[in-house]
């Protein structure tokens, strides 16, 4: 079913979770490209071997300093530092033209905020101030009741961000979903017996996120809205 058709239902149907938590780049925005080339870019920056994009899309949904110990393995502290900080230079640069939203994300949201019993919320690999800036240009703040970055608390896959989430917005495990498209967010998850929905767009593929085992698996943004909505 398509979006438009469930924004006219929608105030007649509720969410089948209180709390819906979305992982961001991958899931919400289709940002897997802008990763990649930002990270290639911070490797020639500092004149390192320069990672393929399979390697970078890999470590989508990490905290940035997990995903450059991946990505270089054996560097020492200091190295990682730098290549953190180039990345960081090089992904302000490109975020001055904001990243899209993926197809049908900005009306399903819309339809989910109708059901005023199911509050939205964001775990992410990226920093505080990365997911402020977003929600400075999209203006889409509003949307989430709560969230966390993974350098304010343990990177995925600990659920230690699931954990603080439940608590600050009061909602028990039964009552949550975790929403993402790579293995990192599904077994964050599975971690503390949260159910999970898998999507296929983002960057990990259908046959290696089925093996946390999602009660739903969705090609689409708009598939997630009609599969939460009862």
Request: hydrophobic content about 40%; overall charge negative; some cysteine.
């Amino acid at each position: 079913m398509a979006v438009e058709a469930l924004a006219g239902e929608s105030v007649s149907r509720r969410c089948r979770y209180s709390l819906v938590i979305f992982d961001w780049d991958g899931t919400l925005m289709d940002s897997a490209a802008r990763i990649v080339a930002c990270m290639q870019a911070a490797a020639r920056e500092l004149q390192w071997p320069v990672p393929s994009d399979a390697a970078v899309r890999d470590i989508i949904g990490l905290g940035l300093p997990e995903a450059v110990a991946m990505l270089f393995p054996g560097v020492t502290a200091p190295e990682r530092d730098r290549l953190r900080e180039a990345y960081g230079h090089q992904f302000r640069i490109a975020d001055r033209i904001p990243t899209p939203f993926f197809p049908g994300v900005v009306e399903g949201i819309g339809c989910l905020r109708q059901d005023s019993r199911c509050r939205l919320a964001v775990a992410t690999g990226k920093s505080r101030r990365g997911l402020d800036r977003v929600f400075g240009h999209e203006s889409c703040g509003g949307w989430f009741a709560a969230s966390r970055t993974a350098d304010l608390t343990r990177s995925k896959p600990h659920p230690q961000m699931l954990e603080e989430l439940l608590t600050e917005c009061d909602v028990p495990i039964g009552e949550a979903v975790m929403i993402g498209d790579t293995e990192y967010d599904l077994e964050m998850a599975r971690a503390i017996g949260m159910d999970r929905v898998a999507v296929t767009y983002g960057v990990h593929e259908r046959q290696r996120l089925q093996h946390s085992d999602p009660r739903f698996v969705a090609d689409d943004f708009p598939s997630i809205v009609e599969w939460l909505l009862v």
